[in-house]
């Protein structure tokens, strides 16, 4: 596996691909859930979800517990406990439903911000706290001096990402889902975040795009593009403060667990990075604040 994974950051999915097999072929039931994963993103190839679906239940066949909970939570049942095949199980994730587009309601024209309904279900949003919880540490910004990820006081939160060797098809339903709603493809999404903010945790205002006459940002500008647009989804509402704020406009929200807010980063007009999409995520006064924060590019995305 952790050739398969190698080769696979190295951008030679065949390669990758005929590994997890022989993997999945030797016993190893992890490997089930990597070929799920690159089924439903379409790495260098169309995405097939029943596919996808076939390889979760083969893993969870083999007892692999993270294929179960996946089956489970799509399913909308995560306490199933199942001895034998996890088939039936599948069967009844209702896909045509996770494969239509959520609502989406434009709320405001400069910047671009919209909101998505139902973005993800009340398992899903708990997987997804579950999948990050052990994984989180510091959020960093982008460095004007490096273009490297650098603490700094402006963030406060938490974060875990998962790049492709770390996600699963649960976050990749998540991706899906927003390309169905936007047309924002799943190839030009990054790697997710799930964020964590405690009480006095916060993100002070802040640009999401990379200004382009910044010498730091040019190699990322130049190999992975601008990026255009970001979506948040919330993972939870029980707790205060917290809200998405937009200074410039005197805008801000918080929405309902599962739903999810989509800004442009850039103008619509010349696709040039917008002034008005300064934001901030305000000071959580109470209880735990979790979000998945989706950024995407103006380009397909390199393997990471």
């Known amino acids: 596996m952790a050739e398969a994974n190698r080769v696979l950051l190295g951008g030679n999915v065949p390669g990758a691909t005929s590994l997890y097999r022989a993997?999945?072929?030797?016993g190893v039931a992890a490997a089930a859930e990597r070929l799920a994963v690159l089924a439903a993103v379409g790495v260098s190839r169309a995405a097939n979800w029943q596919e996808a679906i076939g390889w979760l239940v083969k893993g969870a066949d083999m007892g692999h517990a993270p294929c179960q909970r996946q089956i489970?939570?799509?399913?909308?049942?995560?306490?199933?406990?199942?001895?034998?095949?996890?088939l039936g199980l599948a069967r009844s994730?209702?896909?045509k439903w996770m494969l239509k587009a959520p609502k989406?309601?434009?709320?405001?024209?400069?910047?671009?911000?919209a909101l998505i309904e139902g973005m993800a279900t009340p398992a899903m949003?708990?997987?997804?706290?579950?999948?990050?919880?052990?994984?989180?540490?510091?959020?960093?910004?982008?460095?004007?001096?490096?273009?490297?990820?650098?603490e700094d006081e402006i963030r406060t939160g938490l974060a875990a990402g998962f790049g492709l060797v770390d996600t699963d098809v649960v976050l990749v339903m998540t991706q899906k889902r927003l390309e169905l709603a936007?047309?924002?493809?799943?190839?030009?999404?990054?790697?997710?975040?799930?964020?964590?903010y405690e009480p006095g945790q916060e993100y002070k205002a802040h640009f999401d795009f990379f200004a382009p006459g910044e010498p730091a940002f040019q190699h990322t500008l130049k190999t992975m593009g601008q990026r255009i647009g970001?979506?948040?989804?919330?993972?939870?509402?029980?707790?205060?403060?917290?809200?998405?704020?937009?200074?410039?406009?005197?805008?801000?929200h918080k929405g309902k667990a599962g739903d999810a807010l989509l800004f442009l980063n850039v103008r619509t007009s010349d696709r040039m990075p917008d002034p008005m999409s300064l934001h901030a995520?305000?000071?959580?006064?109470?209880?735990?604040?979790?979000?998945?924060?989706?950024w995407v590019r103006d380009r397909v995305q390199p393997i990471v």
């Not at 799509?74 to 406990?81: K, N, T, V």
């Not at 708990?126 to 004007?144: E, N, P």
């Not at 995520?281 to 989706?294: A, C, E, H, I, P």
């Open 182 to 196: 936007s047309g924002l493809k799943v190839l030009q999404q990054e790697a997710p975040h799930v964020l964590s």
């Open 23 to 26: 993997a999945l072929g030797a």
């Open 125 to 150: 949003c708990r997987w997804l706290i579950h999948r990050a919880d052990a994984r989180l540490a510091r959020g960093k910004i982008g460095d004007y001096a490096t273009g490297k990820g650098a």
């Open 72 to 86: 489970a939570v799509l399913a909308g049942q995560e306490d199933a406990r199942i001895e034998g095949s996890w």
């Open 93 to 95: 994730i209702d896909m």
């Open 281 to 294: 995520g305000l000071r959580v006064t109470r209880g735990r604040k979790w979000l998945l924060s989706q």
């Open 230 to 252: 970001t979506c948040l989804t919330w993972l939870n509402d029980d707790y205060d403060g917290g809200e998405t704020a937009f200074l410039k406009i005197d805008w801000k």
């Open 104 to 113: 989406l309601t434009r709320v405001h024209e400069s910047p671009a911000i």
